[in-house]
């Protein structure tokens, strides 16, 4: 019986410890049910926070692209009323074809050719200070070579509107007024290149010499060939322009059937491209490099 009694004293002590230790548990979990809440509530709000401060930033960045695409919009714009571009109703003669419709080859390149002349001249700035700081060759030479890719893109948009619009091309009105006078075949003339270079390059090797010499010559052939092939083509168009009556009405029709019979003359300008190319590389790579 003693027994027994101890047996079922130990049982009703292990079962009230047991309901001591379980109400105990059930007491901090619910003690720490508002500490949890509280803690998923802030990190929810820390995680609101932080997604407001990136919507805030994208905001921002939106606005500051914004400016920046105005800005160069109002760029783009005064080059476009310098250059005699389509403003206000007022159409120049440039743009203007036959059929009194705007060229948009010739606008696309006037607006492509304003942002080529600012990359020219934050390049030219760069040659200038590499110039100053003496920085190495090969550093100078990635410079150098930027800036011919450069001119040879130029080559490029001048080739592509040259389909849009040849005598707008060989006619150069894009460019200042002493460039103009310098013109030829919308371009330069190799020769004069080297006229106006070979002398910044002294001094010359003999070989450099003789180089130079036979660059001369061989451009000098080139540009008599394409110069002669331009006045057959202008003896072409007049003789088209005067196969018939000549007043006002029926001028202007015989001189747009040259024009497009006049497939050639887009040939003749895109020939001249390659060769100023070719000027041009020889003397960055034979004589300027090796100086």
């Known amino acids: 019986m003693l027994v027994n009694n101890k047996s079922l004293k130990g049982m009703k002590s292990e079962t009230t410890s047991h309901e001591m230790l379980t109400a105990s548990n059930n007491y901090e979990q619910e003690a ?3 500490i949890d809440k509280i803690q ?3 990190a929810q709000n820390r995680e609101a ?3 407001s401060r990136l919507r805030k930033k994208a905001y921002v960045q939106q606005l500051e692209n914004s400016r920046l695409k105005l800005i160069q919009l109002e760029q783009e714009l005064q080059r476009a009323r310098q250059q005699g571009l389509y403003m206000g109703g007022v159409l120049e003669g440039s743009h203007i074809g036959f059929s009194g419709t705007v060229n948009s080859g010739i606008a696309a390149f006037e607006m492509e050719y304003g942002r080529w002349v600012d990359v020219q001249h934050r ?3 760069e040659l200038r200070t590499a110039l100053n700081v003496h920085i190495s060759d090969i550093e100078l030479r990635i410079l150098v070579e930027s800036g011919i890719g450069h001119y040879f893109e130029l080559f490029r948009m001048k080739s592509t509107v040259a389909k849009a619009d040849v005598f707008y091309v060989i006619s150069g009105v894009w460019k200042t ?5 310098f013109s030829w075949i919308g371009g330069f003339r190799p020769s004069e290149l080297l006229k106006v270079l070979v ?3 002294d001094p010359l090797t003999e070989q450099q010499i003789l180089e130079v010499c036979n660059l001369k010559q061989s451009c000098q052939q080139a540009e008599d060939a394409l110069s002669q092939g331009m006045e057959k083509l202008q003896e072409t168009v007049s003789s088209t322009v005067a196969g018939g009556p000549v007043d006002e009405v029926s001028y202007i029709p015989q001189v ?8 050639a ?3 003749f300008v895109n020939q001249g491209f390659p060769e100023r190319c070719e000027t041009v590389d020889i003397l960055v790579n034979g004589f300027i490099v090796m100086n």
Not at 256 to 263: D, G, R
């Open 40 to 42: 998923r509530r802030l």
């Open 32 to 34: 720490s049910k508002p």
């Open 123 to 125: 390049q030219i700035c």
């Open 199 to 201: 002398p910044q390059l």
């Open 256 to 263: 747009a059937t040259a024009m497009e019979k006049l497939e």
């Open 265 to 267: 003359l887009v040939s």
């Open 177 to 181: 007024s002493a460039e103009r006078f």
């Open 49 to 51: 926070a932080r997604k």
